[in-house]
């Protein structure tokens, strides 16, 4: 009994002692920022995704264990542009090591607000790499060229993701796609499709009768058989729509988050990518 | 746990609000308008809104916005005689309505993080607001005890004793519209509609008289408070919805205990 009360102590101090060999943690907001700090970072950090799988970052709010892993961490990465809404209230000493990966990005704007969904638009994913890479290199200098490599490594597989891309996107005639949620004008704009959209911001916003007058009419007058929804959000409008018009409905992922399934079995930013394209190509009238 | 300062700002924080709450909100019961912290938490939304629009500082425009409601709902329940709470339902609906139509207007991004409250992301500033909203919020109460004492009990009596009844009740309108719209942007609407009502509803349970229900309703309020701040923590929990939680499971305790002792009575005289 007395050995172990004087093992106790030790035990506790061995739990709660900051272990110092483990790895340095960096943070990440939401799925495409995580994917980029572990493609980028490799084993030089861990990484922690601050919005669970299956969550809408829009819906995200922290709990005490997030916060913590915030003051821990040696940096916080964010996409910005109001995808985090959390980033305006953090105490000032977070906000000093938070790095806003959009920074500098020729942003464009839906219904003059600015389309925050940057991260679809390959070429400017790959400047969001370089972002990464530049301020990894600044925290952890002796590794500079690592994090150039993994740098130009990820733009190696955005080059072939771009390629296939546009292959498929020269095959789909139509041109055109009706979302309920204008998440996709980044990537549209790649490749020269043009997006119908019924809510221009939040996908769970309640639509107005304009909006939807407007989409009843374009998916008729052009054609168009399928009407997208995401994953994370409500697919009622989209299904209302498709009921209408006759057309059927099908799922894109906006990357904001992986589903549960999408995980599980392995997907990520690339795989998920070609599949939003290759649906895209399959919605042919 | 508090090794880490924010979580001790955090506690502070539930500490001083989980007392002002119940003191402020107390009245508001006794007055059976009891969601009107949830109506001026909605008022807040739509100032934001009405800020964001028209170009203004969303905080002060949503501060106001939480006054002019009070004071509204204040008329109307003057109105509606016996069924104050008709005011407070007309308000929570204009609020909601007006926050809705705006929101089409001002950027979704801009809003949210004027919604965004949680009592983990405090900054110095809005500790001292919180630390200074407390201390007039405590002089108020204690200045004025018995003045409000006598308006509960009889507003005509009160009057005739030579209380400003009016300006009693607009200086508690006031306090109660400033603790709602800072209390909303700190630590989140549903902690701050819950924690005005909960905790004194708890302490009513008890059947004492004003003096203990009103120091009943403090500890009740303080234990949700600071119990979400301390559990969310261990439990990786949100922290405002375990307050809410917390309070909601001691006013069942309660209750139950209070079943079972009647029970109990009862087979003891049968």
């Known amino acids: 009994m007395k050995r172990l009360l004087l093992l106790l102590p030790s035990l506790l101090l061995a739990s709660c002692a900051p272990s110092g060999n483990a790895k340095p943690t960096i943070v990440a907001s939401f799925y495409p920022i995580s994917f980029l700090a572990s493609s980028i970072a490799g084993d030089k950090y861990d990484v922690v995704c601050l919005t669970p799988s299956g969550a809408e970052p829009h819906d995200f709010e922290l709990t005490p264990k997030n916060v913590t892993t915030l003051y821990d961490s040696k940096a916080i990465f964010v996409n910005g542009l109001g995808m985090e809404s959390w980033v305006d209230s953090l105490q000032e000493s977070l906000k000093e090591k938070t790095v806003t990966l959009s920074d500098g990005l020729p942003t464009k704007t839906i219904d003059s607000r600015i389309d925050p969904h940057v991260w679809l638009d390959t070429r400017l994913y790959e400047k969001m790499a370089e972002n990464m890479a530049t301020s990894l290199a600044k925290l952890d200098p002796s590794n500079v060229q690592f994090y150039r490599d993994n740098c130009a490594t990820f733009s190696k597989k955005m080059a072939d993701l771009r390629e296939y891309c546009h292959k498929i996107a020269d095959a789909f005639e139509d041109k055109v796609i009706a979302v309920n949620h204008a998440a996709y004008g980044y990537m549209c704009n ?96 | 746990m508090f090794h880490y300062e924010f979580m001790v700002i955090a506690f502070i924080v539930a500490l001083l609000l989980g007392a002002v709450f119940p003191l402020l909100g107390g009245t508001v019961v006794y007055k059976r308008l009891s969601s ?222 209070k079943g079972l002792s009647l029970l109990l009575k009862r087979k003891k005289t049968a």
Not at chain 2, 168 to 189: C, E, N, P, Y
């Open chain 1, 190 to 285: 790649e490749y020269g499709i043009e997006q119908l959209y019924i809510n221009s911001i939040s996908p769970d916003e309640e639509p107005t009768q304009k909006a939807i007058e407007d989409i009843l009419k374009a998916v008729e007058e052009r054609g168009i058989d399928t009407i997208f929804f995401e994953e994370l959000a409500s697919d009622a409008v989209a299904q209302k729509i498709a009921k209408e018009t006759g057309a059927k409905t099908e799922s894109l992922n906006p990357l904001e988050g992986l589903t549960a399934k999408e995980e599980r079995e392995g997907m990520d930013y690339f795989s998920i990518y070609r599949q939003n394209m290759d649906k895209i190509a399959r919605s042919k009238p």
């Open chain 2, 36 to 257: 009107s912290g949830d109506a001026l938490a909605h008022s807040s939304l739509a100032g934001v809104a009405i800020g964001l629009v028209a170009g203004l500082n969303p905080l002060y425009i949503s501060i106001a916005a939480c006054v002019v409601s009070f004071l509204i709902i204040g008329l109307l329940r003057r109105k509606f005689g016996s069924h104050a709470e008709i005011g407070v339902v007309v308000v929570l609906s204009a609020a909601i309505a007006v926050t809705g139509i705006l929101s089409g207007y001002a950027s979704a991004a801009n809003f949210e993080s004027y919604l965004f409250g949680s009592i983990l992301l405090i900054s110095y500033e809005e500790l001292y607001i919180v630390i200074g909203l407390s201390i007039v919020v405590a002089a108020f109460y204690f200045l004025t005890y018995q003045r409000q004492l006598h308006c509960l009990y009889s507003e005509e009596e009160a009057k005739i004793a030579g209380i400003h009844v009016r300006w009693l009740d607009f200086a508690h309108s006031l306090l109660f519209a400033l603790t709602v719209a800072i209390g909303a942007k700190i630590v989140g609407s549903l902690v701050v509609s819950s924690m005005l009502v909960l905790p004194t509803a708890t302490a009513l349970l008890l059947k004492k008289n004003y003096r203990i229900t009103s120091i009943a309703s403090v500890i009740v309020s303080i234990l949700s408070m600071a119990g979400g701040v301390i559990f969310s923590y261990y439990l990786d929990w949100k922290p405002g919805a375990t307050s809410v939680g917390i309070a909601v499971l001691l006013l069942l305790l309660i209750l139950a205990y």
